[in-house]
Each structure stands twice: as C-alpha cells, then as structure tokens.
C-alpha cells in the first residue's frame, strides 16, 4: 500500500505488465466465450420451475441477457444523437 | 433519559464539539461517534421512547421495531466506513455537515411520528447541502442551489401532507398512509421526490457527482435509502409502486451506458438500484419487503464501495471522466481491486452481496405473477451489470492507456473500501445473519440453488458476451467529452428560457403601458389646456347671443322630443 505521492512517475523503464500483451487479452475473450458455452451446456443440467412459461425456453436467462445488452447499447447510442450535447452547454 | 436518546442525536450534538477538537483528537472522536451511537442502537429494546408532548400531539421521538432497526444500523455502519474514509480531511464545514447528515438519517428512521420525521427530514435535506458546496466552485454551487430548492419541496410537501393528515385523522404517528386521501398523496410524492422517482429524480445525478470526493460517498448512502424506508413503512403494498420501480430500474441504464463522468453513471445506478427496492415495496408480500430492506442494507454497503474507488481515482488524477481515464490498474492495483468487488456486488454475481438480496425482490415479482416486472428486472439486471460491474473498471482501470501514473489511494481510503469489500462478499457467501435481521418474518429463501445460480451466471456471463462482441466490433460508443440533457434540462434551460422571456415579455409589455399612459397623460394635459387654457375655447368669454342660440336649440330639441 503506497502512501507516498512522489516518485512514480520516475520510474523507468516501466513494468510489462500481463495485460499489456494482446494475446493475453484474446486469452481473456475466449474464456468468456468458453464459460458462455458451458453454461448453455448446463441449461440441459437444470430443471425450470417458474411460473412464467418463457423460463423454459433453452437458455432463456443467456439469449436474453445478451439481447438486453446488445439493444440497450445500440438503443443508448440512438439517445445519444438525441441528448448529448457539448459539455459547456448549460454555462453558455 | 439518556437510556433513551435516538442514536441519530448522538451523531447530531456530537458534531456540535467538532470545530473545538483539532488533529488526531477529532479523527478519532469522529470515528467514536457512530461507535457510540451503534453501541446505544444495539442496547435498545424494541419499543416506543422520548415522547414529548407538544399541545394536544405526542411525539415519539425514538421508535425502535425490527424495520428501523435495520436500518438504523445499516445507517451507522455506513457512516462510520465513510468516516473512516475521510479521516484524511482535515475541513470542519464537511466533517460536521457528515455527522448532521448522517445523525438526521438516523433520527429520521427512528421518528415514531410524522413531525419528528419531518424535522429529521429537513435535517438530512440541509446538512447534505454543505456537503455538495464544499466543493467550493461555481458548478457546485449551482448544483447545490438546484438540489436544495427540490430537497425542500419535498419537505413542504411533506409538511402539507401532515397538516392535512391532522386535520383529517387527528393522528400524527407514522405508520400506513396509503395514497387514498389528499394527505397520503402529499407525502407520496414527498419521498418519491427523496426517492427519486422518474422525472423527479433528477437532483440525483445533477447533485451527487458534483460533491467532493469524500461528500459523494456520504451522499449516496442516506437520503435516498431513508426515503426508501419511509416508503416502506407508509406505503407497503401501494400497486403503482410496481411500474414506478420497474421504469426506475430501466431508465437510467440507458443514460448510464452514455455517460462520461464516472460518478454520475454511478448515480444513474444508485438510481437503478432503487427502482428494485421500490418494485419490492409494490409487491408489499413478506418476501418482497424482506428483499427491499436486505436489498438496501446490502446496496448502502457496495454503492459506497464504488464511489470510494471512483473518489480514489478523482483524488489522486483529478479526474473522473471515462474519456480521460484508463489503465490506472497499474498505478492502482488495490483501488482495482475493491472496485471490482463493489462492481460483482452490484451486478449481483454469486457470492456478493446483490445476489442474495435482489434475488429476493425478482422471486417475490415471479411469486406474484408479476410478468412484464420480471422482464424488466431481468433486463436491468443484465444492465447494471454492463454499465456499473463492466463499464465503470473497464473504464477507469483499464481500457486505453490514459498514460496517468499516481500514487495509490490513501491508506485510509483503502482501509474503508477493503472493510466494505469484506462485507459484500461475507454477506455474499453467508447471508444469514442478514436474513435473520430482516422485519417481516423469517427468511426460507434459498439464493444457492443450482438453477438460480446456473440461471444467474447465464444472464450475467452473456452481458458480458455482448460487452466483449461491442467492444471487438467497435460498435460499443466511446467515452465523449459530453454532457447528456436529462430531465434536469426542462428546468435549467426551458424553464430558464421560459422564465426570461417571460420576464422580458413583461417588461416590454410594462414599458409599454408605462409609455402609453405617459403619453395619455400628456395628451390629456395638453387638452385641457387647449379647453381651458388662457386661449382655450372654454375659458373665453361667452356672448349673451349664442347661450341665447344654444338655449333655443335645446327648447326646439325638447319639442321634438316630446312629439315622438
């Protein structure tokens, strides 16, 4: 735990850290795709016991979740053309 | 007496000795406070005390049951992790503005009456104020001013409410209102104001983020937690509860996703979160009110955990805009690391504290057959995820380089955050304790069943998919040097504009009237004096011949007259 202001920015050559390689970040996307699919696969292991009969659609929470994000950022960009305006606009 | 003071004053008169306390002396005597006020909440019976008789009423000044219970002690727990937050200031007008606050929350839950609730009310409304203008800059200042001017609608409308209540019932104890008489849908809208209801929640996002660094993390714990409690107890079972919470959950995400400044894309969350613990109140079952209450205690502890991290990363870049952050996991390793404890919590991943309280609030509304509600929460769930667990890490840790190297977070904050992110994955992985607290009857829900995890990790885990397929496609829109018009814009600007060119219309139309009625004026001394004037031609000498001439018209006209 630093609790010292000064001095980081001295040093150099910086530290490689494990992110830093794009490789690692690949790494990191197909692990969620592999989780995605094992858990698509472990729709088969449980049993839907909700009143709703939309529950027991195959991978319901999964093809859901997606096209809620999916649709909320592409829904976000639209408001975006609607509502963004420069930073200073309230001080003008 | 002293047996029966409501924790709320001890933080309240405590804040009284601060600016007499200097150094470490006040450090630790600011810390002491909500430790004393814990140790007098846990010693207290259930019951009603402090009663003062004031004309014909009785206030009951400390009503202790199990649903102020909890929240009172969710209220000093989150007082003394935000104290310890700010251990490193050293300003007076925050440090006591923080006590009153967070004392007028508390005395706010324990008023057994609607007057004691009312001042407490007010309380909270006038002490968070300093909080925002310690920031001591001009944007602060008008945030401040826009947030009291509405903080203090509520607390009229609220006192309209009681008057009318009185007056109606003869009773001013706080217990169901419901929104049948005048007086239930005065004070209805009081605290869905405090609550921040849509289209008027806008004090929320406009104010919050503009606070100081430690003042945020204060601000997010009490107001809008108290008036979720207060909805609980006057309004429990209240029908259009349910499609109020549920827009409350949806809407703000879309903003969230948009939004560059990242305290206030954790405002529209908070705001989110409160939509879940509204939907709850709606429902009004056992298991959807036991979800509210949990839902809050667990949302107090991992929202400020969040914005502890945020004002970590303002503190010490200066910033804290998404378009100017990233790769600060370098610099920041452990203010990383707690953030993404509060962003699992939040997104309620297995383990963390939002999986077992939220899940209490979504079984309630699929127990209730509350279907479109399920749709929306599953669909905020997905979206909280994405904009507060994915978006506010990735931006400000990771993402693009920003190339900012700082020094880690003060030891105190990390202390805060790591006592924080302790408790969210305590209460993550055993929740009982908190179910055993909860008010209304006893908990046998289970969060840890296979389908509810599998289903849950499903969900969450096919958000993030789509996050990764946006990021890597390049449709996912980046962080602009924006700003986004929200509700506020129809009083900052449409109503401003409203306001001046009324103002201008009238002042046109009164310089008109002005100068017609200079000009009338004139004209009419001008006439007399041509009338009367010394060559006016009422003041000539009149012949005897023509008032001879004009005496026989009349005679003749009175003649005619007459045959008619």
């Known amino acids: 735990m630093a609790s010292n202001d000064a001095g980081s920015e001295m040093q150099s050559p910086e530290r490689a850290y494990w992110l830093d390689d794009p490789h690692n970040v690949d790494r990191i996307v197909w692990t969620v795709y592999a989780v995605c699919a094992l858990l698509l696969g472990a729709d088969f292991l449980i049993k839907p016991h909700g009143p709703f009969a939309i529950e027991y659609v195959f991978g319901f929470y999964g093809f859901y979740g997606f096209l809620c994000c999916f649709g909320l950022v592409i829904a976000a960009k639209g408001l975006r053309i609607l509502v963004a305006r420069p930073e200073d606009y309230y001080d003008r | ?564």
């Not at chain 2, 992790?81 to 007008?93: K, M, N």
């Not at chain 2, 005395?107 to 002490?127: K, P, R, S």
């Not at chain 2, 899940?359 to 904009?387: E, N, P, Q």
């Not at chain 2, 506020?488 to 017609?516: C, E, L, P």
Request: charge should be neutral.
């Open chain 2, 1 to 564: 007496m002293t047996g029966e003071l409501s924790p709320g004053l001890i933080l309240i008169v405590g804040a009284l000795l601060v600016p007499f306390l200097r150094g470490r002396l006040r450090a630790a005597y600011i810390l002491a406070l909500p430790i004393v006020a814990f140790w007098q909440l846990i010693t207290l019976p259930n019951g009603s005390f402090g009663e003062i008789h004031v004309l014909d009423m009785t206030l009951v000044t400390l009503r202790v049951d199990e649903l102020s219970f909890v929240f009172g002690l969710i209220f000093l727990i989150a007082a003394f992790l935000c104290f310890i937050y700010a251990l490193h200031i050293d300003d007076t007008v925050q440090q006591v503005a923080a006590l009153i606050y967070a004392g007028s929350a508390v005395g706010a839950v324990f008023a057994g009456d609607l007057i004691t609730l009312f001042i407490f009310w007010e309380g909270t409304a006038v002490a968070s104020l300093f909080l925002i203008w310690a920031s001591r800059n001009e944007r602060a200042y008008g945030a401040g001013l826009r947030y009291i001017v509405i903080q203090v609608t509520s607390g009229v409308l609220l006192l309209a409410g009681i008057v009318v209540h009185y007056s109606q019932t003869g009773e001013i104890a706080f217990g169901h209102l419901g929104t049948e008489s005048l007086a239930g849908v005065l004070i209805f809208l009081a605290f869905g104001i405090k609550c921040a209801f849509p289209f008027l929640h806008n004090w929320l996002q406009d104010a919050y983020p503009e606070a100081t660094v430690t003042g945020t993390v204060v601000l997010s714990a009490f107001t809008t937690k108290l008036a979720v409690y207060t909805l609980a107890r006057g309004y429990a079972g209240t029908e259009i509860l349910v499609p109020i919470g549920a827009t409350m959950t949806a809407f703000p995400i879309f903003y969230a996703v948009i939004e560059n400044d990242l305290r206030r894309v954790l405002s529209y969350s908070l705001n989110n979160q409160l939509g879940f613990m509204v939907v709850g109140i709606g429902i009004g079952s056992e298991l959807a009110l036991n979800g509210t209450v949990a839902h809050a205690f667990c949302h107090i502890i991992y929202k400020a955990l969040l914005f502890m991290s945020m004002g970590a990363v303002l503190f010490r870049t200066g910033t804290i805009k998404g378009s100017e952050l990233g790769g600060l996991y370098k610099s920041m390793p452990w203010t990383t690391g707690f953030c993404i404890v509060g962003a699992a919590s939040i997104s309620a991943f297995p383990l963390f504290s939002g999986f077992v309280s939220k899940s209490l609030i979504i079984a309630a509304a699929m127990d209730k057959g509350y279907f479109w509600t399920w749709l929306v929460l599953l669909f905020a769930s997905a979206g909280v995820f994405h904009h507060s667990g994915i978006k506010i890490p990735f931006f400000a840790f990771f993402a693009h380089d920003s190339g900012k190297r700082c020094a880690e977070a003060p030891a105190n904050m990390l202390i805060a955050m790591a006592i924080s992110a302790v408790l969210c994955i305590l209460i993550g992985v055993y929740p009982r304790p908190l179910y055993d607290i909860l008010p209304y009857g006893p908990v046998t829900f289970n969060p840890y069943t296979v389908h509810h995890v599998v289903t849950q990790m499903q969900l969450l885990m096919f958000s993030a998919l789509a996050f990764t397929v946006l990021m890597r496609t390049g449709i996912y829109p980046p962080e602009l040097r924006m700003i986004n018009l929200d509700f506020d814009w129809f009083y900052r600007r449409a109503g401003y504009t409203v306001a001046i060119t009324t103002g201008r219309w009238a002042q046109h139309a009164w310089s008109g009237f002005v100068r017609a009625a200079k000009r009338g004026a004139r004209g009419a001394a001008v006439a007399v004096e041509r009338h009367h004037g010394p060559e006016g031609i009422l003041a000539r000498t009149w012949p005897t011949g023509s008032m001879a001439f004009w005496t026989t018209i009349m005679l003749a006209l009175y003649l005619i007259l007459s045959y008619l």
